[in-house]
């Protein structure tokens, strides 16, 4: 079986729009969240987001590029051009049936779907629809355009497990690479969900902060007082690469892609098993599958958007798994600066994992400042101030609505 190493990182998120403006705002402990900026939001419940700052598409993207694209494949293109850049690629020189793509998005075009709707309703029902509805809409088009901007030719394909989804397309990527199908897969997610609906479905489920006088504040992991998510839009790129491929080209290596694995809850539409049991058992698998022992693994970024049920059942799970090796793991939320990217999320976590590796440094869970009593004793949770440690292995989550459970271990070289 072959190793698969990670040689690129793009990332453009409410905390900066590159890799390092990323990280640096991470390091200081930063929220990216504030009040919404891309429609009045006076109607809703929530009325905050963690929105991109200061975002232009045409400091990146054509004219034309932007008129065919949904914002969550503009922000692929984007994310991805850094990564791309940052691995010191010639795809020019590769089999483009060796390069492919696998990229999720767990909502895809939305703002387009809803644009096109509304102006057809306003419209006395003209049947004017544009002719990119559909193809700005479709969840895969945004694997499909990197794919042509640089001419990969082999697998290509989006998955969708709702905020699980883009540790799902790493996963697939992971072993893709390492059965031999291909010797390079650009992955990652990416998602645009600041829109009427998506916003007020999911302040109609209640699933979202209503702290409207503290959005910044707001996401509070595994906090007493903590009362839903804080949602937020970006994209997160990953290039993975078969390692002899790499190293023979003397390709700067980020970590090894070490191992992954899926499970599901098969509980509830959209509450996590209480106890945590589908979450546990994946854990353990993708840390089997990283021939790693627990006490192995040095950090794990958690999921924990900062839901009442979530937090406690993921908190269990890692206790109930992890048990007196516990003591050698430190956890963080990191979702309580860069608020939840849904199926964004686990490519902003793999590559906050991936730098906390390189850096020697678990970033801050910030806001929480009373730890809910039921939350397990014993784990290391890291509050207010990064913590300097060695982290040789690393184990991202990710969950999601449906009952989808994803994680992935990255390990050091």
């Known amino acids: 079986m072959k190793r698969v190493v990670v040689t690129g990182l793009g990332a453009l998120t409410p905390l900066g729009h590159s890799v390092d403006d990323f990280w640096n705002s991470l390091v200081s402990g930063k ?7 891309a429609f009045d939001p006076s109607l809703f419940r929530t009325q905050f987001a963690c929105e991109l700052k200061d975002y232009d598409p045409k400091k990146y993207l054509s004219h034309s590029e932007i008129k065919r694209t949904d914002p969550f494949s503009q922000y692929a293109l984007i994310s991805t051009e850094e990564a791309v850049r940052d691995s010191g690629l010639d795809f020019e020189k590769m089999d483009p049936f060796d390069t492919g793509v696998i990229w999720g998005s767990g909502q895809g075009g939305l703002l387009t779907f809803e644009h096109e709707v509304m102006e057809y309703v306003k419209g006395d029902y003209n049947p004017r629809f544009s002719p990119f509805l559909v193809p700005k809409m479709i969840m895969n088009i945004a694997s499909g355009l990197i794919s042509m901007k640089y001419g990969l030719m082999g697998i290509n394909y989006s998955t969708v497990s709702a905020c ?38 999911f302040s109609a489920m209640k699933a979202m902060s209503t702290r409207n006088d503290d959005p910044e504040g707001a996401s509070r992991p595994f906090d007493v007082e903590r009362d839903g998510f804080v949602m937020s839009e970006g994209s997160g790129t990953l290039i993975l690469e078969e390692y002899e491929h790499a190293k023979a080209r003397g390709a700067k290596i980020y970590a090894e892609v070490a191992g992954a694995a899926m499970t599901s809850d098969a509980y509830h539409m959209t509450a996590t098993h209480p106890e945590g049991k589908g979450a546990r ?18 950090y794990l970024n958690t999921h924990a958007t900062s839901t009442p049920v979530g937090d406690l ?34 490519a902003a976590e793999a590559i906050i994992s991936i730098k906390s590796m390189n850096e020697g440094l678990i970033l801050p869970t910030i806001n929480t400042k009373e730890l809910d009593p039921e939350i397990p004793s014993g784990l290391n949770i890291v509050l207010k101030e990064p913590l300097e440690k060695q982290v040789n292995a690393a184990l991202s989550n990710t969950f999601g609505f449906g009952g989808h459970n994803a994680s992935v271990v990255f390990r050091k070289t």
């Open 31 to 37: 929220s990216g969240a504030a009040r919404l900026k």
């Open 164 to 201: 699980a989804t883009s540790n799902t397309s790493i996963m697939d990527a992971m072993n893709y690479i390492r059965m031999g199908k291909a010797k390079v897969i650009i992955t990652g997610g990416s998602e645009a969900p600041v829109t009427h609906a998506s916003f007020g479905g």
């Open 281 to 298: 058992e994946g854990m353990k698998r993708a840390v089997e599958d990283a021939n790693l022992n627990l006490e192995e693994i040095d």
């Open 313 to 346: 059942s993921e908190t269990k799970a890692i206790a109930a798994l992890f048990g007196s090796d516990a003591k050698h793991l430190h956890i963080n939320a990191t979702k309580s600066m860069t608020g939840h990217l849904l199926g964004a999320a686990g």
